[in-house]
C-alpha cells in the first residue's frame, strides 16, 4: 500500500512538472512571438533601406547600422535570407518549452530569453516557483536511484558478499552508468542532429548538467 502510494505521489510529480513547464511555453510563447515578430519586421527593413542607399551612406549612418544591426542580433534577430524567415520564430512551442526548461534547471544558456517587459515579469515568477518544483522532482529521481542501488547492494550480500566490496562495486556501477547514460549516449545523439563532433557533444553534455550553460553550444533541433 504504502509503495502504490509512493508510485501515485511520483507520478503527479512528474505529470505536474511536465504540466507546469507546458503552461509555461504556452505563455511565454504568447507573451514574446508577436514582439519578435516586430523586431523582425524592423530589420528587414533596415536590411532593406541599406541595400537601397548603401553607395551613398555618410559615416555616421554607417554607424548607426552597425549598431542596429548588432542590436538585432544580440537580441536573436538575424536579418539574412529573404523575407520568409519572418514566419519562422525562435518562440515556437518546442522552442517555448526548451526555455521554460532551461530556466527552471537554472542551466540558463541565454541564447533565448524573454525581451518584453510581460515576459520577463512572468520569468521571475514561473522561475520562483519553477525552480523549487524541480529541485523536489530532481529529489523524488535521486531517492530512485538511491532505492535502486540499496536493491542492488541487497541482492550482492544475499549471494554472500561483503559490505565494503558491496559499496565499491554499487559505486562504481552507479559511476559507470552515470558515463554512459548522460555523458557517452547523448553525446552520440547530438553528434547526429546537431552535426556536432563527439568532443562537441561530451562538451555541451557536461556544460548542460552542470548547470554551467555558457550557451556556446546549444541544441536547434
Known sequence: KAM?????????????YFVYLLVGAAVFQ?????????????????????????THLTVAEMEQFMKNLTEAIQNGVYPVGNESQIEDSNWDFS??????????????????????????????????????LNIVFLHRVGKMLSLLCKKLGKFLYEKGMRKKKIKFLTLLFFLA????????????FFQITEGWSYSEGIYFAFITLSTIGFGDYVVGK
Not at 502504490?4 to 505536474?16: D, F, N, P, R, Y
Open 177 to 188: 552508468t552515470g558515463i554512459l547514460v548522460f555523458l557517452c549516449l547523448p553525446s552520440v
Open 4 to 16: 502504490c502510494s509512493g508510485k501515485l505521489q511520483t507520478g503527479l510529480l512528474v505529470a505536474g
Open 95 to 132: 522552442n517555448s518549452f526548451f526555455f521554460a526548461g532551461t530556466v527552471v534547471s537554472t542551466i540558463g544558456y541565454g541564447t533565448l530569453r524573454p525581451k518584453t517587459a510581460g515576459g520577463q515579469i512572468f520569468c521571475v515568477f514561473f522561475a520562483l516557483f519553477g525552480i523549487p
Open 30 to 54: 504568447a507573451l514574446e512571438r508577436t514582439a519578435e515578430k516586430q523586431e523582425k519586421i524592423a530589420a528587414a527593413q533596415m536590411k532593406e533601406a541599406f541595400l537601397q542607399k548603401f
